[in-house]
């Protein structure tokens, strides 16, 4: 089982899309989490220590991720997928921008 984390900045919308997106794939197991105080789903240092790949939208993402964890991160995968704060919530798009960039990351 591969532990996939997906990050944005509130989990409002990117990051819970693409958990909505790849939950049901096969030999996965997906979470999704924001980085501010005030996320829908606040990421947790549980999630890090859990996780193997580490999917944020945007390179401000991935900074503030190594900044905020630098003691947590061990050899985890941290993939910026420079998707902007452009979509909604399950728009099409961004559902295709997803399914197009994830699984190329995913060993």
Not at 36 to 46: F, L, M, P, R
Not at 85 to 104: A, E
């Amino acid at each position: 089982m591969k532990n996939i984390l997906f990050l944005c900045s509130q989990n409002k919308l990117r990051s819970p899309t693409a958990e909505s997106v790849f939950c049901e794939t096969d030999g996965w197991d997906v979470r999704s989490a924001g980085l501010n105080t005030g996320a829908e789903v606040y990421i947790s240092t549980e999630d890090v220590e859990w996780a193997d790949y580490i999917f944020v939208m945007e390179q401000a993402h991935k900074k503030k991720f190594k900044k905020k964890f630098r003691e947590q991160i061990k050899n985890q995968s941290i993939i910026c997928l420079g998707i902007p704060d452009d979509y909604d919530y399950m728009d099409d798009k961004l559902i295709r921008i997803l399914k197009d960039k994830v699984p190329q990351f995913v060993g």
